[in-house]
């Protein structure tokens, strides 16, 4: 089950109320009060009341972390506190008509209860998930080459004129071999936005010269000495560069005392999934549970309502 899965196991009125709560949506104008209490106040704060029922910060906390997102922003405080106002009044009436007696509404709201109750075992396993002092190591150890977390990629500094032909590439690059300066050239000659600063380049990594000079630019840069001279190289946008390269900083490996805790993080939420996932697996095996549908490319969509 991937994280995404994980949480998609969500209260379908709560979708409704977030389809609702969309800036598409007309929305009632936002009361122009101090809301900085509503963000970080005590959890038994009442945000919003209908009658003699009150909905609590904790509980709009609930409704807004479903999907496992960051404490509600004042704007989404409002705009949750009007949905489970809404909820609340069309629910009362539902009540009154009778509503809550067909098939359709019967069956959501049961899936709706097993659906918070999934959410709450979801939490508890969640909340049962430790990250060890070791897990973190050993993590930093078998990765410590590869992450980016930990590993810093090599950075380049260079500078470079950028011309639009060859011909002008090479006439650039026979004065930089007579002994002209780089940055004063680039200001004359370059058509690129950084000429104004002679075409200085600092602390580049490796995916943002490929992305920006190109594929053969980067290996150029990779294979030269400080100091040496490169190009010209025909870029991806059939323009041409010539640089000098001032240095190489190679990979670092960042101690791992400044990334423990993001790594803790990950491995968090890693060891959470994994949970997660291996408990579904039990408990589908355990009561032989499967979908029976098959679905075929030659077999038809089913018709919507308005078909």
Known sequence: MSG?????????????????CSTDAPQAAEPAVDT?????????????TVGDKKLTLEQLEWISRRRGGPSPSPRAIFRIAEYWIDVELLSQEAWKLELQTNDKAKFMADFGVKDAHANAMIDYIRENVEVTEQDILDYYEENKHISSQIKDPPKFGFSHIRTKTLEAAQAALERLKQGENINELA??????????????????IEKAVKTGYGAEFLKALQ?????????????????????????????QIKPLEDVKEKLRTTLLYRFQSQNIEEQLKALKEKAN??????????QP???TPEQ
């Open 187 to 204: 200001k004359e000659l370059s058509i690129y936005y950084d000429s104004k600063r002679g075409g200085k380049v600092e602390g580049l």
């Open 223 to 251: 294979a030269a000495s400080e100091g040496e001279l490169v190009g010209p190289i025909k870029t991806s946008n059939d323009l041409y560069e010539v640089a000098q390269l001032h240095g190489k900083l190679e990979a």
């Open 36 to 48: 900085s209490e509503q963000q970080s106040g005590p959890t038994g704060q009442i945000i919003a």
């Open 289 to 298: 549970a499967e979908i029976l549908y098959k679905p075929s490319m030659s």
């Open 4 to 20: 995404k899965a994980i949480f998609g196991i969500t209260f379908l009125f709560l979708l409704l109320g977030i389809s609702a």
């Open 301 to 303: 969509r089913p018709p």
